[in-house]
């Protein structure tokens, strides 16, 4: 079992930043594919980052790519997602989430994948 919570959503103008954390409790986080979704108003879920038990590997959303950078700490069981160059598109509540199949180089861009998520955190970008 993993627990998520994220944290480090706000308000900010295009063209800024922002570093979202997702702190995690439970015994298999560290060999745990952790993925990062978004949904924004009206539209279905999208895959934003996913990055290996080890971080040896990423994936990225086309719509991301070069701007958002995913990371993870599991000594602090702490994943993160650095947002660069933020959009008025990128205004959605991001989630991340825990791949149940441990120890494994998948790199799910499916949410039906991922079985342990967060609640979410609201990020606005503003034009």
């Known amino acids: 079992q993993v627990q998520l919570v994220e944290s480090g959503g706000g308000l900010v103008q295009a063209g800024g930043s922002l570093r979202l954390s997702c702190a995690a409790s439970?015994?298999?986080?560290?060999?745990?594919?952790m993925g990062w979704f978004r949904r924004a108003p009206g539209k279905e879920r999208e895959f934003v980052a996913a990055i290996t038990w080890s971080g040896g590997s990423t994936a990225y959303g086309d719509s991301v790519k070069g701007r958002f950078t995913i990371s993870r700490d599991n000594a602090k069981k702490t994943g993160y997602l650095q947002m660069n160059s933020l959009r008025p598109e990128d205004t959605a509540i991001y989630y991340c989430?825990?791949?149940?199949?441990?120890?494994?180089?998948?790199?799910?861009?499916?949410?039906?994948?991922?079985?342990?998520w967060g609640q979410g955190t609201q990020v606005t970008v503003s034009s």
């Open positions: 989430a825990a791949d149940p199949a441990g120890w494994t180089t998948r790199l799910s861009r499916e949410g039906s994948s991922y079985a342990y």
């Open positions: 439970g015994r298999t986080f560290s060999s745990s594919t």
